[in-house]
């Protein structure tokens, strides 16, 4: 589905009607101050806390909207849709709400909390497809089987009008606002706050920038924007699963190389070391694709002037995955480190390492101590040892007290 002539580009007024039915599901969620990133970048930065949103995302203002505008006969048949999370629980939420019956199909192996979650707003939920796209398609020809109306998760105007509340829900909270940075997957959030932020600075004849941020393994939309038109990519595997589109969607394309004024794309390491910033300065549980925003800005992918918001889209993460995305954040900022050593096989060498350590005051949390190893004399040991430090500037300390006390660290691959 595509714009064409006979369906305008949306106004502010559209906006503005779709809040109106949003609000009977969706709460106004909070802008909070950030002192950690306004230190980082040099120019206030707020936080937009989708992730404070019912069902953890702003899923649910898109996936209701669209519902509304359903017929009686197509409410009576049901809702169908295909995701990995976020929108299975925005539609299973606002089927409920609706009182429609809903049924998600989401990929076998999807997260326990997620499938559980969905299940408890009431939808039916069938596991299929070892990937998404097997997913997708299941679903897609189930719904053509038992006549259900398909819900997208972004390539529908009445889902870019939803979601598009949180642009208006940020003017009327930060109406001085200077830029907004969103992060895009299929679009559908990205399209809906720009074409919202470009309208009303039009407006009030003001300039309201609008930056997009893809996950560098999933970036279709740096690749589509480049060509003029969507292109399909090979998406690598990212942390950010949530904004892992391999091909834009149409209609939030052509809304986006209309509106956005650049975008860009972060690591997954960078984005854990947002997921971490979050967590330890703003006390914010946010997912990998809702952070991305942040990484954007700590990275310096992004350099605004002026007054920021950044939305962070949602905060449904996996427990395990949090867990493994905090010590993957820590070692990529340098506070968490992993080195080798080899040493003579000989008494008192495993003290002169930790003596070395202790007085560049650096925490041993983990220690390994080995004969065993295909690159090591028959002479010899390896002692790995996992290090917890402040940031980059500390561990290098650490590291020249080793060396100092004639050791000879390195960084195990």
Do not use: C, W
């Amino acid at each position: 589905m595509s714009l064409q002539p006979a369906q305008p580009a949306p106004t502010l007024e559209d906006f503005e009607r779709a809040e109106i039915i949003v609000r009977a599901v969706a709460n106004v969620t909070p802008v909070l101050h950030s002192n950690a990133l306004t230190e980082i970048t040099g120019v206030e930065v707020l936080m937009k806390a989708e992730n404070l949103q019912r069902t953890g995302a702003y899923k649910l203002r898109g996936a209701y909207h669209r519902m509304t505008k359903l017929t009686p006969a197509e409410r009576k048949k049901g809702v169908i849709a295909a995701s990995a999370g976020n929108h299975a629980q925005g539609v299973a939420l606002a089927a409920k709400k609706l009182g429609i019956k809903a049924t998600i199909y989401m990929p076998i192996g999807a997260s326990l909390p997620k499938f559980e979650a969905t299940k408890h707003y009431g939808a039916d939920v069938v596991l299929e497809g070892a990937v998404f796209a097997e997913t997708l398609a299941a679903a897609q020809a189930f719904a053509l089987k038992k006549g259900l109306i398909f819900i997208p998760p972004y390539d529908h105007l009445d889902v870019v009008l939803g979601q598009g509340t949180v642009g208006l829900e940020i003017l009327e909270q930060v109406p001085d606002v200077d830029n907004v940075i969103v992060s895009i997957g299929g679009g559908g959030l990205a399209a809906g706050v720009a074409t919202v932020v470009k309208a009303y600075a039009a407006k009030h004849k003001r300039k309201i920038k609008v930056f997009g941020v893809q996950a560098e393994n999933a970036a279709s939309y740096v690749a589509s924007l480049k060509a003029r038109k969507p292109v399909r990519i090979d998406t690598k595997r990212t942390i950010a699963d949530g904004i892992a589109v391999a091909v834009p969607g149409k209609i939030p394309f052509e809304l986006i190389k209309k509106n956005i004024d650049k975008v860009v794309a972060v690591s997954d390491d960078e984005i854990a070391k947002a997921i971490v910033l979050l967590l330890e300065r703003a006390k914010m549980v946010v997912e990998p694709a809702g952070a991305a925003t942040v990484a954007a800005l700590m990275s310096g992918a992004i350099k605004p002037k002026g007054k920021t918001v950044v939305i962070l889209s949602g905060g449904n993460i996996d427990p395990l995955l949090l867990q493994k995305v905090i010590g993957h954040g820590l070692m990529a900022a340098e506070r968490y480190t992993d080195v080798s050593l080899m040493l003579p096989d000989r008494p008192g060498q495993l003290v002169k390492a930790a003596e070395a350590i202790a007085a560049a005051h650096g925490n041993v949390v983990e220690v390994l101590h080995t004969r065993n190893g295909k690159d090591l004399d028959i002479s010899e040991v390896e002692l790995r040892l996992s290090i917890e430090t402040s940031g980059h500037e500390h561990r290098e300390r650490v590291f020249e007290a080793l060396r100092a006390a004639g050791l000879n660290p390195r960084v195990p691959s």
